[in-house]
């Protein structure tokens, strides 16, 4: 009877570990790699100006990188037939054809929109607002630097 529990609980084990969820993150190079596991991974520049990435900050700059959930299953399930990451030929689960163009197009317009702002907040010779009266209300050089940093953080984001 033990015997078989320990069976029964080795191979309930068995199926949870086959089935699990696959988490993604880009690289400084935009490109995306798939883990299954939701163990840390730092990233930091050396004093050479070389990239690393560890499962340890192996420097006092070392910042984590952001994983996001992919899908359930394996990382087998996510790899292209020639091995290469899936994320050069990238779908969501069910997504069809015209639904990734479709979401490709927008995430394309949306990247060059937020790329214009971000250059014109960079080609300004002054960045204003507007109050409630239409009026231009001039920002501080740090109002206009925060400005500018969080342009930069979501170009960034949508260029992916």
């Known amino acids: ?32 790699h798939f883990v299954d596991t939701m163990k840390a991974i730092y990233t930091w520049v050396d ?38 990451d899936a994320g050069d030929d990238y779908a969501y689960p069910g997504e069809t054809a015209e639904e990734r163009a479709e979401r490709e197009a927008a995430d394309a317009y949306y990247c060059k929109r937020a790329t214009e702002i971000f250059e014109s907040y960079l080609n300004a010779p002054r960045l204003y607002r507007s109050n ?9 050089e740090k109002d206009a630097a925060a400005t500018i940093a969080e342009t930069k953080a979501r170009m960034d984001e949508l260029c992916r």
């Open 1 to 32: 009877m033990i015997r078989s529990l320990s069976i029964l609980s080795l191979t309930f084990g068995l199926i949870l570990t086959a089935h699990a969820d696959v988490w993604k993150w880009v690289d400084a190079n935009g490109k995306t």
């Open 47 to 84: 004093e050479n100006g070389k990239r690393h990435y560890a499962d340890t900050p192996g420097h006092e700059d070392a910042v984590g990188v952001q994983l996001v959930w992919h899908s359930g299953g394996t990382l087998d399930e996510v790899e292209s037939p020639d091995g290469d």
């Open 132 to 140: 409630d009266a239409g009026e231009r209300e001039y920002l501080s």
